[in-house]
């Protein structure tokens, strides 16, 4: 196994209301899970290969609960990333060089039985945690916009955090809205779901805690 960590951000839009069932051990709400994310690495390496300022992206598509499998997935690695960082992201992405199941990445490429091919492209974030507003786009592919959730009846931004001190992806996450639309071969929809904002700290173990 080849030892990896990264510290970054993330944006998650997935197609449960606010809280995201699967959170809390429990099934989706729609009865599915798609899911989009995006993730800017700030600082990370894999071995020897420096992973610092890449960006990754991903769109999931499990017809029921994520742990019952016969999920499809796709990849995208930013365009900027050597050959050698490329092999590197999806080797972390894909959960090799990852104790089992230490790592949302492991969890979820374990119950992905149709993986499309990577794509190696430009890959927009805007993510403030803190704001819980993020943008993810990737031409010809994906259009995710987050925001905080409302108040129903003043409008004001209403603020929520999840807690997961045995996590596998996160230690607290800020919770807020989310709608993604997506084109390509691995099509979803979401309207004013589940929008995740986390910072992140992984290695090849799990979750780092202080």
């Known amino acids: ?8 951000r993330e944006l998650v839009n997935c197609t449960c209301e606010y809280g995201c069932n699967c959170q809390f051990n429990a099934l989706p709400d729609k009865g599915h899970c798609h899911a989009v994310a995006g993730i800017q690495i700030d600082e990370g390496h894999h071995g020897e290969t420096v992973l610092d300022g890449l960006r990754l992206a991903a769109i999931f598509k499990w017809p029921g609960a994520i742990h019952q499998g016969n999920g499809e997935a796709i990849a995208f690695v930013d365009e900027n990333a050597t050959d050698r960082q490329r092999e590197a992201l999806l ?14 990445f492991a969890v979820y490429a374990s119950t992905v039985t149709k993986m499309n091919d990577p794509v190696f492209t430009k890959i927009d974030l805007e993510l403030d ?4 507003r993020g943008r993810i786009f990737v031409k010809d592919y994906i259009e995710t916009a987050g925001e905080p959730i409302r108040n129903k009846v003043t409008g004001a931004d209403s603020r929520a955090q999840i807690v997961l001190p045995n996590g596998f992806e996160y230690a607290v996450a ?11 071969p691995v099509q979803v929809t979401m309207k004013d779901s589940y929008g995740q904002f986390a910072r992140l700290h992984l290695n090849n173990h ?5």
Do not use: L
Not at 1 to 8: D, H, L, R, V, Y
Not at 129 to 132: K, L, N, P, Q, S
């Open 206 to 210: 799990g979750v780092v805690r202080a």
């Open 129 to 132: 945690i803190d704001g819980r």
């Open 174 to 184: 800020e919770i807020g809205s989310a709608s993604s639309s997506t084109t390509g």
């Open 91 to 104: 080797r972390i992405m894909t959960g090799q060089d990852t104790d089992p199941f230490a790592t949302m």
């Open 1 to 8: 196994m080849t030892s990896w960590e990264i510290k970054g």
